[in-house]
């Protein structure tokens, strides 16, 4: 029996799932602490109700469990929201975990989940102290990253910020990506290829779970960018999910100019009610931001990733089809 507990915070959410899958095939004590019900029903006698912004309850919910890990990917998200109240989840919620953590004996180490947007996207930081948010959302990660800093936690940690994360169980933008390209409406943005910080989530949770695990010194106190290397172009991206769905050609170029009238048009439909349009300026800006973040350190402590592109996109296309997110059923030879 392994001795390790480990507590997922957040574990109902996007990479929640995976890493919750991930500690449940390894046999390990786990539990998630959440406050929505996991999205797999043999999840669910591990999960527990647990409000990490209040401090009593999220106190007494971790000494019951005596963890000796904790995963912390609770958290609240949101581009264009303009209350720091709604974020609390990223800076009183990590607080609680602070001030909690002192009246856990056997906690060797915690793993914060921080953000790309401390910065502003594209931009990558001269330091792991360097930050310049554009929005709250980046900016309660900000806060979050200053309080571990500045903590004086008697266990080990580690920050790590994640890219772009896609694959099972996403939400919002990418997932959207994938059901354009089903549908057959996405354009290349101009011939020039956009690198993007990109990681398919079973390779975001393999990195998360190697340096929570890690034995020694070296993720101490660190910070590291998770992305998937090596780096490709969203062209490359594009192309490799058309090949998989059975598409035959490259997908058409289309002038940048062009798409962002197009952009425009989606805000415009935004703003009179349509919550989700295909393309919007922030959808399209997300996608031309492209940048090389420095992922040297976290391949030193990795080596080789699990899972390729390819594997990657053909895994999420089969459980978006399991799922009825789309519109064309996979050929037996893409489902492989």
């Known amino acids: 029996m392994n001795s390790f507990r480990i507590c997922i915070t957040g574990g109902s959410g996007f990479i929640g799932t995976t890493a919750m899958q991930w500690a449940i095939d390894q046999s390990f004590e786990v ?13 669910q006698p591990y999960w527990k109700y647990v409000d990490i912004r209040e401090k009593d309850q999220f106190t007494s919910a971790l000494e019951a469990f005596r963890p000796t890990h904790i995963w912390h990917l609770a958290a609240m998200t949101g581009m264009d929201i303009e209350d720091m109240s709604f974020f609390y989840a990223n800076t009183i919620g990590v ?48 806060i979050g990253e200053k309080m571990i800093r500045e903590s004086q936690l008697s266990c080990d940690w580690v ?57 020694g010194t070296e993720v101490s106190k660190r910070t590291f960018y998770l992305c998937d290397y090596p780096q490709n172009s969203i062209q490359e991206w594009a192309d490799l999910i058309r090949t998989e769905l059975g598409k035959s050609g490259k997908t058409l170029v289309f002038p940048i100019g062009g798409l962002r009238l197009l952009a425009k048009v989606g805000d415009v439909c935004k703003v009179l009610g349509w919550n989700d349009p295909p393309l919007t300026s922030f ?42 997110l789309l519109c064309h059923k996979l050929t037996n030879g893409n489902k492989g």
């Open 283 to 324: 959808r399209l800006n997300n996608i031309l931001t492209g940048a090389y973040y420095p992922i040297e350190k976290i391949q030193e402590i990795v080596n080789e990733l699990p899972f390729s592109l390819q594997q990657g996109v053909r895994q999420t296309l089969v459980w978006m089809e399991r799922q009825g």
């Open 159 to 215: 920050i790590v910020r994640p890219t772009s994360i896609w694959g099972p169980w996403f939400e919002y933008s990418y997932k959207k990506f994938f059901q354009v390209l089903d549908l057959g409406l996405y354009l290349q943005p101009g011939k020039k290829p956009i690198i993007k910080p990109l990681s398919y989530v079973g390779n975001t949770v393999h990195m998360m779970q190697k340096l929570l695990l890690y034995h």
């Open 95 to 142: 607080q609680n975990l602070l001030e909690a953590s002192t009246s856990l004996p056997d906690l060797q180490r915690i793993l914060f989940t921080s953000s790309l947007l401390v910065c502003r996207n594209g931009y990558v930081p001269h330091s792991d102290t360097e930050y310049c948010p554009p929005n709250l959302y980046g900016e309660s990660k900000v």
């Open 31 to 43: 539990i998630n602490f959440d406050i929505r019900p996991p999205k797999i029903l043999g999840h």
